[in-house]
Each structure stands twice: as C-alpha cells, then as structure tokens.
C-alpha cells in the first residue's frame, strides 16, 4: 500500500495540512461570513417582527381601551335615557290618571245630580199620587170635613 510507505509521508502531510489551511481559509473569509450574515438578518428579521408584534399590541390594547370607554358611556347613557324615559312615563301616567280622575269626579257629579233630580222628581210624583189616591180615599168615604187644602198641608208637614 502507497500510503503507508514512509517514504511519502512528508508529501501526505504536506498536502494535509495545505488542503486543512485552504479549507479552513474558505470557511473562515466564505462559508462562516456568510452563514454569520445569514444568522443575523434572521435576528434582525425576528427583532423587527417582535418591535411591530409589540406595536401592533400596543395599539391592540389602546383600541380595548378606547372600545372599553366607549362601551361604559354608552352604558351610562343608555342607563339615563332609560331613567329619563322611565321619568318622563311615569309622569304621563300620573297625568293620565289625574286626568281620568278629574273626568270621574264629574261624570260622579253629574249623576249625582240626575239622582236627586230624579229623586225629586219621583217624590214629586209620589206626592201627587198621594194626593190623588187620599182624595180618592176620601170621596170614596165620603166625607166632606176634609179638603184637598187640608190633604196639602197635611203633606207639607211631613
């Protein structure tokens, strides 16, 4: 075998450590630079990733913030407007119902009134069939003593 012959070994080593320095020399001024430039324009990459997922979160939060405020006037004035509505029902109501109140009171009155008027009315009737049923009575009996003038003030003074 050639390459164990001692002869050759100082070629072997030669060659060796000229193919070690020449492939360490291409790593080192070509492969690593440019693995090197690889590696942080991912980190460059990644950092601007992480500064606008950072921004983007940053306006995330103040739009919460803003949808949150809004919500809770919102809420607030959604809570007056029903007070105010609530307000303004419960008046119409109490206006209603005095209303319907006062147009009681007068239909009351004016059947009150018809009630006497008809009272009056059905007494005054009552008299005069009094009248009429005594004086009836009487000629019936017979007796003359008695006048419709006495029947009259007999009526009166009831």
Do not use: C, G
């Not at 609530?86 to 319907?100: N, P, S």
């Not at 009171?105 to 069939?129: G, P, V």
């Amino acid at each position: 075998m050639p390459q164990l012959e001692i002869s050759t070994y100082l070629t072997q080593i030669f060659w060796v450590i000229t193919t070690f320095i020449i492939f360490w020399m291409v790593m080192d001024h070509v492969i690593i630079p440019k693995i090197s430039d690889t590696i942080e324009a991912r980190k460059r990459k990644y950092d601007d990733y992480i500064i606008k997922a950072e921004e983007i979160n940053k306006k995330a939060l103040a739009t919460l913030e803003r949808y949150e405020s809004t919500l809770a006037a919102a809420k607030s004035k959604a809570s007056e407007q029903i007070k105010a509505n609530e307000d303004a029902l419960k008046k119409m109501i109490d206006e209603r119902e005095e209303e319907i109140t006062q147009q009681l009171k007068l239909k009351m009155a004016e059947h009150e009134q018809k009630l006497e008027a008809d009272k009056a009315s059905t007494m005054a009737k009552i008299e005069d069939l009094s009248k009429i049923a005594a004086m009836t009575i009487i000629k019936e009996l017979d007796l003359k003593s008695i006048s419709e003038a006495d029947i009259n003030q007999a009526l009166k003074k009831e």
